[in-house]
């Protein structure tokens, strides 16, 4: 029965990798894909490798909760989200892939009377930027998400939001997988079980990458790998300002359309959705110690439940099905680094935290003009890891969305 299942086509080559590349980008999840199709999308660059210790898009990229939104509060960071929303927006047609970008709108509901001040300041920062939002109060919210509690006999009552109607979900795999895939035809080489263990540098230039299938030179290397990126850049010499922490994400049963856009509260703490396969999509702030193990804690899942039966009630009886963990590297300011290095040569894009999915095509598209042409795409520029000197910092943690 499951014949017509057998002889797929792949849809990318398993290649041996070359002694030497143009550029390697190092970190197949999303963003070193996006980066890697980019480079020969618009720059020509194809001599160019993806190096993945395990299978493309198996890090963070497949275990996020794929909320998509551009509402952030500072100009810079506002670019930088709205440049990939707008990416966004054409996706599934620039890759002739389908990533199941579903506008459906995010609510980031507000509990306190300063919550409600901080998302007002916030939407008119947005709208000034060209962001589409609006506040809602309770009863806006209500009328939206018909089963969630709003009234006044919640312990935390719902008094308002901020409303991204542009924002939604997308399908996390699909955008690695159609970004692995458009790279592939373009000629680079996508070499999945090959390890970084380590830079060759010589006279503050980087040479090449050692792996644990032998040496591979470059003198342009970008690093792009989430949760490892201190091991990567300690590996060089280098000490980024990052913790690495455990975030974990949640999925139930499925149910029939029960819930039709992204619900986010930083209050009572938890985010929701509903997939198009019915189950509903939970996530949590993170676990508060520092670790490598894709797993996270028991409390912090009690907690994140906690806060969504909060809000909805309703789903107090749902069953869970599955729970998982990924490695987010956390920046002090909750933004991103995009930046050189003082090794020549040596990128890293990391720092993303909680919430770098939504930046995909965004991050990928301005950190490869970035390496094509050795200078910092102005989008990027205001992300150097020289901010934690100048003092330059960008504080994004309220429109993170996410406790950390
Ligand atoms: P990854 O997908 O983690 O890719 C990095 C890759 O580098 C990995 O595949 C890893 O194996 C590889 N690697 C590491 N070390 C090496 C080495 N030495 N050699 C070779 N390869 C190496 N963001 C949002 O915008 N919205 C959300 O709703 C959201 N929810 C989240 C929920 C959870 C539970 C988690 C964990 C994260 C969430 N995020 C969210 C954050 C988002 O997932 C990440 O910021 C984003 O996916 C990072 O993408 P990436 O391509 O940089 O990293
Ligand atoms: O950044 O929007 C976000 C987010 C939602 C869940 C995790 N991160």
Not at 81 to 95: D, F, I, P, R, T
């Amino acid at each position: 029965a499951l014949r017509h299942h057998e002889d797929w086509q792949r849809q990318w080559r398993n290649p041996t990798p070359k002694p030497r590349y143009d550029v390697i980008i190092v970190g197949g999840g999303g963003h070193g894909l996006a980066t890697a199709y980019y480079l020969a999308k618009e720059h020509g660059i194809t001599n160019v490798a993806v190096l993945e210790k395990g299978w493309l898009g198996g890090g963070n990229t497949a275990r996020n909760t794929t909320i998509v939104r551009s509402n952030y509060l500072w100009d810079e960071s506002a670019a930088l989200y709205e440049h990939a929303m707008k990416h966004w927006e054409g996706l599934s047609q620039e890759l002739n892939y389908n990533v199941m970008f579903s506008q459906r709108g995010v609510l980031n509901l507000g509990h306190t009377l300063q919550d409600m001040r901080d998302i007002q300041r916030r939407v008119n920062a947005n709208r000034l930027n060209g962001i589409d939002g609006e506040v809602l109060d309770a009863e806006g919210v209500q009328s939206l998400v018909p089963i969630m509690d709003c009234s006044k006999r919640a312990r935390y009552p719902v008094m308002g939001a901020s409303w991204q109607p542009r924002a939604g979900v997308a399908r996390h795999d699909a955008v690695a997988w159609g970004y692995a895939r458009a790279a592939d035809a373009l000629g680079v080489d996508l070499l999945q079980n090959t390890e970084v263990t380590g830079f060759k540098i010589r006279d503050g230039q980087i040479q090449g990458v050692h792996t644990n299938r032998g040496d591979i030179e470059s003198k342009t290397v970008g690093c792009v790998t989430a949760g490892n990126s201190s091991v990567l850049a300690g590996m060089a010499g280098l000490n980024l300002p990052l913790e690495s922490h455990p975030l974990q994400a949640l999925v139930s049963e499925p149910l029939k359309p029960v819930l039709d856009t992204v619900v986010m509260s930083n209050h009572v703490h938890g985010y929701i959705s509903q997939s198009d396969k019915g189950d509903l999509v939970i996530g949590a702030g993170i676990d508060g110690y520092n670790g490598y193990g894709q797993r996270g804690s028991y409390p912090t899942v009690e907690h994140t439940l906690q806060a969504i039966v909060e809000m909805f009630p309703i789903f107090s009886r749902v069953r869970m099905n599955r729970q998982w963990g990924g490695i987010v590297d956390t920046c002090p300011d909750a933004c991103p680094i995009l930046s050189k290095t003082k090794v020549k040569g040596l990128y890293f894009n990391c720092g993303w935290g909680t919430g770098g999915f939504k930046a995909t095509p965004g991050s990928g598209h301005v950190f490869a003009a970035s390496l094509a042409k050795g200078e910092m795409h102005p989008i990027a520029a205001p992300f150097s890891i020289d901010r934690f000197h100048s003092g330059a910092l960008i504080d994004e943690h309220g429109a993170a969305g996410v406790a950390h």
